[in-house]
């Protein structure tokens, strides 16, 4: 089971990877990329949370790809790019409105999902 589980959380990981890496090309603001898929990757968390995958379903989809798809380094950069290049203000909005997006986006994720479910 440990072999799969790793291959599970490995192919979620890459897909993850290459669909961060798919916004980010998308989106060329800077920060609103990070933005965004912090904010739909905890949408989705929720969601898989809330199904109630398998074990191996939720690691591939809940530990791979939404762990590399959503970017907590890349979020605590541009908070300190922000707050160097412009003011502290507007990084503490983006900081705050970056975690209070994310927080409502796991509990609306996790009722859509306990819906489906």
Do not use: H, K
């Amino acid at each position: 089971m440990a072999l799969v589980a790793a291959l599970a959380v490995g192919i979620g990981g890459s897909v993850g990877a290459l669909a961060r890496y798919a916004i980010g090309n998308a989106i060329e603001q800077r920060g609103l990329d990070t933005f965004a898929v912090n904010v739909l990757g905890s949408f989705a968390l929720g969601v898989v949370l809330a199904v109630g995958l398998g074990d191996t379903a939720r690691l591939a989809f809940g530990v791979g790809f939404c762990g590399a798809f959503t970017t907590f380094s890349s979020f605590a950069v541009e908070s300190v790019r922000l707050a160097e290049d412009e003011n502290v203000e507007v990084a503490a909005v983006y900081a705050a409105g970056t975690l209070v997006a994310a927080l409502l986006a796991v509990a609306l994720g996790s009722e859509i999902g306990a819906t489906v479910a």
